[in-house]
């Protein structure tokens, strides 16, 4: 006798699954990133390379992720779930595969950030903003971790849940805070501009100081004027003379 029980969509099940995976790590990786911004600018010597190595807003890309991603992130999950509450889909292997590589990409997080505040602290290394930043991807982390073992324990999908609800709200609190935290903190449109003109031309300068040099060693004398071609390339960013 042949099954006709109707089967389970594995492929709508590894797409939703995957792209709520994805939009997790991003939301994740914007709030982090903004968290680090913010907690460079108020606590620490807002010299953090990795953020103002390009010399323009720190706050804008973060920023613009979670006003973008944090809703999409939380509408995918809600259909995720509410496919799973109308018996469309059931948490099968596809489903179970990716929540535990979610768990051991958290565990990984926890403990190596575990093992990195532990050896700041032996190290003497006491700033406010490194404890601050190793402090936020923990908690980052943790709270994935303990969402995802507590969904993956969880068979009643007929209603939202408390521990559902709670994780629901806070995702939203915590973007929202951070996000007008960074705009309160994050320096005007215009003064940004201005100091992406001023990196670049910074940048500018250092690079002619290298041109001139190897100039001066090729020809054993400085040019009379920089008229040449290889001078051509530096212009002022803003006025472009």
Request: proline share 3%.
């Given at each position: ?48 390379i990795f953020f103002y190595m390009s010399g323009g807003d720190p706050f804008s890309w ?71 930043k190793i402090l936020t991807v923990l908690v980052i982390a943790v709270c994935i971790f ?96």
């Amino acid at each position: 006798m042949n099954d006709t029980t109707p089967k389970k969509s594995t492929a709508l099940d590894a797409f939703i699954n995957l792209l709520t995976l994805i939009t997790l790590g991003w939301f994740a990786g914007s709030l982090g990133r903004l968290l680090f911004v913010i907690i460079e600018k108020t606590v620490g010597d807002s010299k953090d390379i990795f953020f103002y190595m390009s010399g323009g807003d720190p706050f804008s890309w973060p920023i613009a992720s979670l006003l973008i991603i944090t809703p999409v992130f939380l509408t995918i999950s809600g259909l995720l779930h509410k496919e799973y509450k109308k018996g469309n889909l059931e948490k099968g292997g596809v489903y179970r595969w990716l929540t535990y590589f979610m768990l051991l990409v958290s565990a990984l997080v926890i403990a190596g950030d575990l093992i990195k505040l532990v050896d700041n602290l032996l190290s003497g290394d006491y700033k406010i903003d490194t404890i601050l930043k190793i402090l936020t991807v923990l908690v980052i982390a943790v709270c994935i971790f303990l969402y995802y073992l507590y969904d993956l324990k969880r068979e009643d999908y007929s209603h939202r849940s408390l521990v559902a609800k709670i994780a629901f709200v806070s995702v939203i609190v915590v973007a929202l805070v951070s996000i007008v935290s960074g705009f309160l903190i994050a320096d005007s449109p215009k003064l940004a501009r201005e100091k992406k003109f001023d990196f670049e031309r910074a940048s500018q300068l250092d690079q002619l100081s290298y041109t001139l040099e190897e100039f001066y060693r090729q020809n054993e004398g400085l040019p009379e004027n920089l008229s040449e071609k290889r001078f051509a390339q530096f212009v002022d960013p803003e006025s472009k003379q």
